[in-house]
């Protein structure tokens, strides 16, 4: 809990100098680049290793990041290494685009669909969801082969769900409730 907390901290000090300086955008796909490479586990050990001097390791974190992301995010990544706290930089990550995307004043959708979408989909989708919640969104396409067909959009905590699936589910429900369910099958209708 006090990691989290202190994650938090450093994510809404990074906001504010970002927004202050116009790049909230440009450093959350700086922290998302950066936090990919920790995936890589002799980078992350090299950075947690305490043998090597704060020095070196900073040298070579400049030397590898400094020439792909703005000297705000490598300041930020320079503070978190030199206090040693580096294994918070998913959490920070994390809390970081949740604080980005409210001071944005947008809201993330996350859409689930059993293909991947072309560009124009995504634009008609993202034009709906803007009129439905009068805030500017910002789509995360999520390809899920176990949808038949047809999206599933997550707004925060608010799911509309406009799959195939679904829609057989809906189907199946209302037949159920009108008594239909023996009488169908008995005649031989393809449903």
């Known amino acids: ?26 450093v959350e796909q700086d922290l998302e680049s950066f936090v990919g490479t920790l ?3 002799e980078w992350r050990l090299f950075l947690a290793d305490i043998r090597i001097p704060l020095e070196q390791r900073m040298q070579v974190l400049e030397r590898v990041f400094g020439p ?8 930020f990544l320079k ?20 604080m980005a995307v409210e001071a944005r004043q947008e809201v993330e ?33 999520v390809v899920d082969h176990s949808l038949l067909g047809g999206v599933r959009v997550q707004i925060e905590d608010l799911i509309i769900d406009g799959s ?21 099958a008995d005649a031989g209708s393809p449903l």
């Open 1 to 26: 809990m006090k990691e989290v907390r202190l994650a938090k901290q450093y994510a809404r000090a990074l906001v504010e100098a970002a927004r202050a300086r116009g790049l909230l955008e440009r």
């Open 79 to 98: 503070l978190v290494l030199r206090h040693r706290r580096q294994r918070l930089l998913p959490t920070i990550a994390s809390v970081y685009r949740q």
């Open 164 to 184: 195939v699936r679904s829609r057989l589910r809906q189907l199946e429900e209302k037949m159920l409730r009108a008594g239909m369910n023996g009488s169908l």
């Open 39 to 41: 995936a890589i586990e």
């Open 109 to 141: 959708a996350e859409i689930y669909s059993a293909r991947p979408l072309g560009a124009d989909e995504l634009e008609q989708i993202r034009g709906g969801l803007e009129s439905f919640t009068g805030r500017r969104v910002r789509l995360r396409p």
């Open 68 to 75: 792909h992301v703005d000297s705000l995010t490598l300041s």
